[in-house]
């Protein structure tokens, strides 16, 4: 009965390679994100989706591509991974901003390591 | 700019009283959050505030000054299982899609 639950927990590839972290709510939001952590622990947005349409695209490099297949799932694809991809990606979801209780609920994380 | 400025460590004794601050910048100001996230873990929620005032929850406080661009999170009692990062999260009416936008985080350490 997991809320937000992403895999895998743990990813480590090389350089070049592609992957996907996928991510699932049951909690019936209908907004969710992806934010990336890195190692000074700054919290940062990356890509927001409100049913199914891209609402927030921050200046990601376009080798991150996120797809929402419907409102419970939010996918993130990388191309090309790079060294300084190697972060911990967390996925979340709340109501709709216009909501007063935007309260995130974020996943476990993705380490993503990239040797 | 949309800076949020919190002291990056602070240190406590168990059973004592802390405060950590956080600052932000006021204009278009429509919410602050503070989450709390364990080492390796994900953030939890711990208290939302958008009106002035103290909104208490057990061990917990936040209270916000709208024309201050101030918040602080009061932690009582203090055990060793506070020990954690504390991020406050600002919302501003005018970003896309009421993003939130995080501090660095404030690393608490409890000390027996």
């Known amino acids: 009965d997991t809320a937000v639950s992403q895999t895998p927990k743990y990813l480590v590839t090389q350089m070049g390679n592609d992957k996907s972290i996928k991510c699932e709510q049951n909690?019936?939001?209908?907004?969710m994100y992806w934010y990336k952590q890195d190692s000074k622990k700054f919290l940062k947005i990356m890509f927001s989706?409100?049913?199914?349409?891209?609402?927030i695209n921050e200046t990601v490099p376009n080798r991150f591509s996120p797809k929402s297949p419907d409102k419970a799932h939010l996918n993130l694809h990388i191309n090309s991974l790079e060294l300084g991809d190697s972060a911990v990606y967390f996925c979340?979801?709340?109501?709709?901003?216009?909501?007063?209780?935007?309260?995130?609920?974020f996943g476990s994380g993705t380490r993503l390591t990239v040797v | 700019g949309q800076n949020i400025d919190q002291p990056t460590e602070m240190t406590a004794t168990e059973g004592a009283i802390v405060q950590i601050n956080c600052t932000y910048q006021t204009s278009g100001f429509n919410g602050l959050f503070w989450y709390q996230q364990h080492a390796g873990e994900a953030p939890t929620f711990l208290s939302y505030n958008v009106l002035d005032g103290l909104e208490e929850k057990g061990r917990f406080s936040s209270f916000l000054s709208r024309s201050k661009g101030y918040s602080y999170l009061l932690l009582k009692e203090l055990q060793m299982k506070d020990s954690a990062s504390y991020l406050c999260?600002?919302?501003?009416?005018?970003?896309?899609?009421?993003?939130?936008?995080f501090g660095q985080g404030t690393e608490l350490s409890v000390k027996p």
């Open positions: 979340a979801s709340s109501h709709y901003f216009r909501d007063r209780d935007q309260r995130y609920t």
């Open positions: 999260a600002v919302k501003w009416v005018r970003n896309q899609g009421g993003k939130l936008i």
């Open positions: 989706y409100n049913n199914k349409e891209l609402i």
């Open positions: 909690l019936g939001h209908d907004t």
